[in-house]
């Protein structure tokens, strides 16, 4: 019974949801626990069986109890999670790392203080790596990864996109709307973090749905959630977006120039990123910035307009949000009225105490007071903000 017990290493859901990622192909050529050379290699050279990758991928689990299994070096290992057997591992090899330059390969920097991501990864690192095969219990993932490839079997010309739509704004909807002109189909890979922050995956989700299902052609676009884990948290976000879009069977990836870890640069007068000196198989395209021109009054390009910035109105989805949380209904020249009702009624749930007659009140109706929710409401006072006769 004790030698079952010194085989036995606890981790944490990240961790499972990583380790299932790569067993579902998600980050292929990577499938497997790097050994020490391999390793190495990986972070050095940047590649995998030939082929490039950002970084090594590991299993080094924190813990007092988890260091004294790793030193005796048993040859399996069972992986637990929140009490539960979720897996396990052959052991290949279990060797010492830096905890400090692990962190350094993945973020760029060890300053904990000024960066949480980095102060969360370092307490969850350990000092002992394992390498080998292993399995894991399927989250999910590969049951999705096989759905999208059966649906795009014979589709030759398949984009896809990464989207925090934190709110979804008008821009975002720019992006997609010219996506869908050049290619057979758009997969929007929504960012879902593993604890739910401010603005719920769900209501994220059911706005781009509601905006997909009323303004895009049916079966066009697929929405895919995208397990924020640690690794995404670093410099080379862009780079495992990319592999992860190529893998689930887009042949284009298309981001933004903010893209975090797309290291924008110029050379010999020429824009270049991190893709100029790593070919992952996939095309990558860097869109332009767009805001909303006064003058030209529509949604531009700052490379095709011809106005100054100081006629410009940017769309960032931070000072989006902050409107909505102070109350306020952003513009419609920056989100469309029913998303922001949507965001309204749930940061405000029960806001008003007499809702059914204010809504009777300002809106038209057949002269009953008919059951409405917040979301009419809202839709229904912005309709009057958007009134223009009399001002």
Request: proline share 4%; aromatic share 10%.
């Amino acid at each position: 019974m004790e030698s079952l017990n010194k085989s036995k290493i606890f981790i944490d859901n990240e961790a499972w949801i990583t380790l299932a990622m790569v067993q579902a192909g998600l980050l292929d050529p990577i499938d497997k626990l790097m050994n020490s050379k391999e390793a190495k290699i990986a972070n050095e050279k940047k590649r995998y069986k030939d082929k490039p990758i950002p970084f090594s991928f590991i299993l080094a689990p924190a813990g007092r109890k988890n260091e004294e299994v790793l030193k005796q070096k048993p040859k399996k290992i069972d992986l637990f999670c929140n009490r539960k057997k979720v897996g396990e591992v052959e052991v290949e090899e279990i060797y010492e790392i830096d905890p400090l330059e692990r962190i350094r390969t993945i973020y760029g920097t060890t300053d904990a203080k000024n960066y949480p991501q980095v102060a969360k990864t370092l307490k969850r690192l350990g000092h002992y790596a394992i390498a080998g095969d292993f399995w894991v219990e399927d989250t999910g993932i590969k049951k999705r990864m096989d759905f999208i490839k059966e649906k795009i079997k014979n589709l030759s010309s398949i984009v896809g996109m990464t989207m925090h739509a934190k709110p979804i704004h008008r821009v975002h909807e720019r992006i997609m709307r010219m996506a869908i002109e050049k290619h057979d189909l758009l997969i929007v890979f929504l960012i879902k973090n593993i604890q739910e922050d401010e603005i719920p995956y769900k209501l994220r989700y059911e706005a781009l749905d509601e905006i997909i299902t009323n303004y895009f052609p049916k079966d066009k676009i697929l929405v895919v959630p995208l397990l924020n884990t640690y690794i995404f948290s670093g410099v080379n976000e862009a780079i495992l977006d990319a592999i992860i879009a190529k893998n689930f069977g887009c042949n284009k990836f298309i981001m933004g120039q903010t893209h975090k870890g797309l290291g924008i640069y110029y050379e010999a007068n020429h824009l270049k990123s991190i893709f100029d000196s790593m070919d992952l198989g996939i095309e990558v395209e860097t869109i332009n910035e767009y805001v909303y021109c006064e003058k030209c009054k529509t949604i531009v390009s700052v490379n095709s307009c011809p106005h100054g910035s100081h006629h410009h109105i940017s769309y960032h989805s931070d000072s989006i949000f902050e409107l909505i949380k102070t109350g306020l209904m952003p513009p419609t020249i920056l989100m469309r009225k029913e998303i922001s009702a949507k965001y309204l009624a749930h940061m405000f749930p029960n806001r008003f105490k007499n809702l059914q007659k204010l809504y009777y009140d300002i809106s038209p109706n057949k002269g009953l007071i008919e059951e409405s929710s917040d979301e009419d409401f809202y839709i229904a006072l912005m309709k009057l903000y958007q009134t223009s006769s009399l001002t």
